[in-house]
């Protein structure tokens, strides 16, 4: 399609291929287009918010100033939760799953989400964002429960995240489809088409990963990246934000790596909103995401909040990680 095509056409136009479909699968999308256009306002004055905040409790027209994470969170359930899309929602800010109000409709959707991935970033200006995954419900009473939650990553329907960074985009895949990238214009306030069918190089010469971790981390681990370094052409960076560094990786090639060590054996990484979601962008894309030793897309979760090692990114390099951790 071409290049500045609004969002909004795309998801109708994607909606047409199939003719059995509801409508309520691009009319969630779209809310949560509207959730990432909110929170990058939000996110772009923040230093004048805090600014703000340092006068007091309150903001000049005498509302709480809000933690941005906390802000994030609640637009997403503000904006979602009424439209009779979805029966419940889990997120990183939520110890448990959240289920529509009484007195609004239930879907039969449940949206998992981290509203503001990277929050140690939000107070030096560097890039942050939201991450989404969208699941058909299975359970069928009244309610939907955690069991709609712990499915593994394969049977995701959607999933995407939002950037704000030097300018805010939106990248999202849904299933046996490709990756597909909108930048935000601001002048208009509408994501447009700007990077259609995303695929990411097979090997790249990048390599992310808090290497402040090594002395803790598995022998392959530290061997991998040893492996890495002096090689013509390799680049270390590490944002910090797992947004931040996954879509650079997904646009120029390369691996991102939050693995397991001594003291955190699952990492730092959550399962649902972070690891899975972007596990399924990885793979539409022709990349690979896996703990090492395990595809990330196959793992069927125990809890919500749970965290997995993550090595993800262009499939040549996450395959010689997984053949580093074997001993190979
Ligand atoms: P958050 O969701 O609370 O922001 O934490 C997740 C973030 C990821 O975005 C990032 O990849 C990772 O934590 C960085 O961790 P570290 O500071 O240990 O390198
Ligand atoms: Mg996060």
């Not at 992310?208 to 681990?221: F, K, L, R, V, Y």
């Not at 370094?229 to 270390?236: I, L, P, V």
């Not at 997904?250 to 649902?272: A, E, T």
Request: aromatic residues 8%.
């Amino acid at each position: 399609m071409e290049i500045g095509t609004t969002l909004t056409r795309f998801l109708l136009e994607e909606e047409r291929k199939h003719p059995g479909a509801s409508g309520a699968f691009t009319e969630l999308l779209t809310d949560i287009t509207l959730v990432g256009k909110l929170i990058s306002r939000e996110v772009n004055k923040a230093g004048l918010a805090k600014i703000l905040g340092l006068t007091g409790e309150t903001n000049v027209q005498g509302e709480a100033v809000q933690k941005l994470d906390e802000m994030a969170n609640a637009t997403v359930l503000k904006h979602v939760e009424h439209t009779g899309r979805v029966a419940a929602l889990a997120s990183e800010e939520m110890e448990k799953i959240y289920h529509v109000p009484e007195g609004y409709p239930r879907g039969n959707y449940v949206l998992v989400f981290d509203p503001l991935d990277g929050s140690s970033n939000i107070d030096v200006n560097v890039a942050i964002g939201t991450i989404f995954a969208v699941y058909r419900r299975k359970s069928d009473g009244p309610s939907a429960d955690l069991a709609d939650f712990l499915q593994p990553g394969r049977e995701q329907v959607c999933a995407g995240y939002v950037i704000y960074g030097s300018s805010t985009m939106l990248v999202y895949t849904t299933r046996n489809a490709g990756v597909h990238g909108f930048t935000l214009d601001p002048t208009v306030g509408e994501f447009l088409l700007s990077h259609e069918n995303i695929r990411i190089p097979a090997k790249g010469k990048i390599y992310s990963a808090n290497e402040a971790n090594a002395p803790n981390w598995d022998e392959g681990t530290r061997r991998y990246v040893e492996s890495r370094k002096g090689e013509k052409g390799t680049s270390a960076r590490y944002v910090g934000t797992l947004v931040a560094d996954f879509h650079r990786n997904l646009l120029k090639g390369g691996i991102f790596l939050y693995p397991g060590d001594r003291k955190n054996p699952s990492g730092k990484l959550r399962l649902l909103y972070e690891a899975s979601p972007m596990a399924m962008i990885v793979e539409n894309a022709g990349g690979r995401a896996s703990t090492g030793r395990e595809r990330i897309l196959d793992i069927v979760p125990t809890e919500l909040h749970q965290r997995v090692p993550l090595a993800i990114g262009s499939a040549e390099d996450v395959a010689a990680y997984e053949a580093c951790l074997k001993g190979q």
